[in-house]
């Protein structure tokens, strides 16, 4: 656990975190530049190309090859804690698995299955992005002048069947959600899987950190303790 745990919160903090702000500071960096000119960039017959954000399109594509690899590592939980032999990535089996050892209705089978949806949704952004077709497909929009002269932020979109994703997105709140998603999954996950996995002898207990007592390098929600019954 203690592996999987570093090279998750490792993942994160080094590489989608990174990306994150990077492009966030490129963005706020433009919008500076922009608003000290405005009308240079809005106004007249010509007015002067926009700035773009440098490899916008690529910082989201090695974000999304990260998030692949981070729950490919989350997935692996499941075989620590638990009989299941998961492969990588595969929640949709994990889920099975849940359903059919600890029930429809139990915990750990409903929590899987409600994250099941945005673990689902990075999964098919991924595949789109390795395997564009007209129907199937990512894109990132730099910023750009539309023909009302207003000026749009980047911003990304996806079209597939079955996403209403097909409108600009703002790139910056899909990588939060994300990330918050990731990491709020991966502590729940260990508390549910604990459940029924250890010697008769000895319990599991864990309790809520106040968010104004964690640790900002290490900030854990959940604190876990080990005691003889």
Same mark, same amino acid.
């Given at each position: 656990m203690m592996d999987i745990s570093w090279e998750v919160l490792n993942s994160l903090v080094f590489s989608p975190c990174s990306f994150r702000e990077r492009l966030e500071k490129r963005i706020s960096e433009i919008i500076a530049l922009v608003e000290a000119d405005l009308d240079s960039y809005t106004k007249g017959n010509s007015p002067r190309p926009l700035p773009i954000v440098e490899y916008y399109d690529v910082e989201f594509r090695s974000f999304v090859n990260e998030m692949r690899r981070v729950l490919s590592k989350l997935s692996e939980l499941f075989?620590?804690?638990?009989?299941? @032999?998961?492969?990588?990535g595969h929640f949709h089996k994990a889920l099975e698995w849940a359903r059919a050892e600890r029930g429809e209705n139990s915990l750990l089978a409903l929590m899987v299955a409600g994250d099941h949806k945005w673990i689902g949704l990075w999964i098919a952004v991924r595949i789109a992005i390795e395997h564009p077709? @007209?129907?199937?497909?990512?894109?990132?929009?730099?910023?750009?002048?539309?023909k009302d002269r207003n000026i749009r932020l980047p911003t990304w979109r996806f079209i597939h069947p079955e996403y209403d994703m097909a409108r600009p997105q703002n790139l910056l709140e899909a990588f939060?959600?994300? *990330?918050?998603?990731?990491?709020?999954?991966?502590?729940?996950?260990? *508390?549910?899987?604990?459940d029924g996995h250890r010697p008769s002898n000895f319990k599991v207990g864990f309790s809520d950190v106040p968010e104004s007592e964690r640790d900002p390098e290490a900030p854990m929600r959940c604190a876990f303790e080990l005691a003889s019954m």
């Open positions: 075989g620590v804690l638990t009989t299941a @032999k998961i492969e990588n077709t @007209k129907a199937n497909f990512v894109e990132t929009l730099n910023y750009s002048l539309e939060d959600f994300a *990330i918050n998603n990731v990491l709020t999954f991966f502590e729940n996950l260990q *508390i549910v899987l604990l």
